[in-house]
């Protein structure tokens, strides 16, 4: 079995960082950048509760600490769009990841498709009951299935897409206040990223995109995520 | 996707014990003349094959074609010969059990663990309430369950298994499917030969009645081996799907 100690006992420091970005290399970084990033990719409640983490600029300039549960997320999300550094951040943070207790591909993608399954068929009752009292029913399956899906299946990034889509829905009962054709695009944008074989930090974003294209808000509340940075240097 | 593998199939057939069988016994098994090997002791007559796997058991109240073999063409001659043989030559006209049952393995190229966690999500309840009352992590499970489907009944079995627990599991027919000269060889060599890790499916089909007729015994043989592979074969898909339905 999987030794799942390493979780609490990696250095992670030190440890996810690629020797190119250590010490003075992320000098250039714009801190306010990764805070909006960060702030974009991780935004529900749950998450806060579920995965505390923090981040610091240190003297040296570099991520000094991240705990939590979503190692593979966390790290991989507070890497500047365009900065070139993403592939870097995150195959290291999944070099981390692996010690503690991850899942193999595959298993995320056959879970993946068995939850997304069943989310599909209750978009598709929603579509057909929308402003009837049936479609409570099938959204509140829908909305339980995807915390299932979050609860089981942590370190498959496709989650982050379900989440972004989750708190649109359940953020003051927002479900009831799309149309069936928003649902529409709801069900092809997961309809067609569930198949993807490797989901990157990129593709969630490009779908989370496109709930927000299609006027679903996936950031419907603030965020309370401490970030500190260290004054010394600046 | 893997597919399910026969390792093991059993077919029997029950029936009331007359005392007639004691003389019939060993003119019944004479007719099955393929079986090269066979021993016998007062209540039955046991006809082997060690190059093919596979043997025949003829008793006082049953008999039971067992093949440790994926060779499933073999498997329906083999039946047949014996359905055709034995109720005549034994002056069986009623029966009182029909059996067929198969032990598969699904090779599955991904750890335990991770093996564990698909059969949980999808063999058991998700329920969010059950899941609070349970420890967080399933380390191993089984999955058992008896059906009925008049006037069919099941016993099947579903569960991850490691390399080693697999002789435990399939229960190769040592003693009546491997050469006695290099039987400790050969059974090695098949064990070493086990996926490293796989999906053990034990489905065992059978029908049951005071007055079964011969008749019957084919069309339940037909109909067992349609159901059992189309379970097999539904499970695995059902297991491993990673296509969405249209």
């Known amino acids: ?234 | 996707m893997e597919k399910p593998v026969p390792y093991k199939t059993i077919f029997q057939i029950n029936y009331k014990p007359e005392l007639k069988f004691y003389d019939l016994l060993i003119p019944s098994a004479q007719r099955l003349d393929e079986y090269p090997h066979w021993r016998t002791d007062v209540r039955t007559v046991i006809l082997r094959d060690y190059d093919k796997h596979c043997s025949i058991i003829i008793g006082h109240k049953s008999f039971a074609y067992e093949q440790d073999s994926e060779d499933t063409d073999m498997e329906i001659k083999y039946i047949q010969r014996a359905l055709e043989e034995l109720p005549s030559s034994l002056q069986i006209e009623i029966f009182n059990r029909f059996g067929y049952r198969r032990k598969y393995l699904i090779n599955v190229k991904m750890s335990f663990e991770s093996l564990v966690s698909i059969l949980h999500v999808k063999l058991f309840s998700q329920d969010a309430k059950l899941r609070n009352i349970l420890p967080p992590h399933v380390e191993d499970l089984m999955y058992r369950l008896d059906f009925s489907d008049k006037p069919y009944r099941y016993h099947v079995t579903v569960g991850p298994v490691h390399k080693a627990e697999m002789p435990r599991y399939i229960n190769y027919n040592l003693e009546n499917h491997l050469d006695p000269q290099v039987r400790e060889e050969e059974y090695k060599k098949i064990i070493e030969n086990y996926p490293k890790v796989a999906v053990f499916i034990d489905i065992d089909f059978y029908q049951e009645g005071d007055k079964l007729k011969k008749d019957e015994s084919t069309s339940f043989l037909k109909t067992a081996r349609a159901k059992i592979n189309e379970f097999a074969n539904d499970l695995t898909e059902y297991l491993f799907n990673i296509e969405l339905e249209a």
């Open chain 1, 1 to 234: 079995m999987t030794d799942t100690s390493a979780r609490t006992e990696t250095n992670l420091t030190e440890a996810f960082l690629p020797e190119g970005l250590r010490g003075q290399e992320l000098e250039h970084l714009n801190w306010d950048e990764y805070k909006r990033e960060i702030t974009t990719r991780r935004p529900t409640g749950q998450e806060e509760k579920e995965a505390k983490w923090q981040i610091t600029r240190g003297q040296t300039g570099y991520i000094e600490e991240v705990e939590g549960e979503r190692l593979s997320t966390s790290i991989a999300t507070v890497v500047p769009i365009g900065s070139g550094l993403e592939k870097q951040f995150i195959q290291t943070s999944e070099e981390v990841v692996e010690t503690v207790d991850r899942a193999e591909p595959q298993v995320n993608h056959i879970l993946r498709v068995h939850f997304i399954s069943q989310i599909l068929t209750d978009l598709r009752q929603i579509q057909k009951y929308i402003s009837k009292p049936e479609a409570a029913i099938y959204a509140d399956s829908l909305l339980l299935t995807m915390r299932t899906m979050d609860e089981i299946s942590p370190f498959d990034p496709f989650i982050e897409i379900v989440m972004a889509f989750h708190d649109a829905l359940a953020y003051k009962n927002n479900w009831n206040k799309y149309s069936p054709d928003q649902y529409e695009g709801a069900y092809q944008i997961l309809k067609e990223f569930v198949q993807k074989q490797n989901i990157s930090s990129d593709t969630v974003e490009k779908a989370i995109m496109r709930f927000e294209k299609l006027g679903f808000e996936t950031t419907p509340f603030d965020l309370d995520m401490e970030f500190k940075v260290d004054s010394e240097k600046d």
